[in-house]
């Protein structure tokens, strides 16, 4: 199972930015993928999340981000929208829980390599 992500760079802040996370090895159509994050000295935390029609945010990024897959490219993206210097980090798409406590990195048995985002202000 492989999941690469790509779409990230360098953002003025307001501006826009979409990440893919492309999953390849099998599908995730009816489980959860996720998105964390992790900024430097900080720990990985869950942006967002999608299952089906079902999704999760953060408080930070509620309005202003909006998590979807497509099914048939075994695709999820995250559009985010209004960016702010602090939304700067290394963003991961996760798949494949194996606890109930999806909010939890380390519930998560698949990872992709990661894509920076930076927004500068």
């Known amino acids: 199972v492989q999941l690469v992500e790509s779409g990230g760079g360098l953002v003025q802040a307001g501006g826009s930015l979409r990440l893919s996370c492309a999953a390849s090895g099998r599908t995730f159509r009816t489980d959860i993928v996720a998105w964390f994050r992790q900024a430097p000295g900080k720990e990985r935390e869950l942006v967002a999340s999608v299952s089906g029609s079902n999704t999760y945010y953060t408080d930070s990024v509620k309005g202003r981000f909006t998590v979807s897959g497509d099914n048939y490219k075994d695709t999820t993206y995250l559009q985010m929208n209004s960016l702010k210097p602090e939304d700067t980090a290394i963003y991961y798409c996760?798949?494949?829980?194996?606890?109930?406590?999806?909010?939890?990195?380390?519930?998560?048995?698949?990872w992709g390599q990661g894509t920076l985002v930076t927004v500068s202000s």
């Open positions: 996760a798949a494949g829980v194996m606890d109930v406590d999806f909010t939890a990195s380390r519930s998560y048995r698949y």
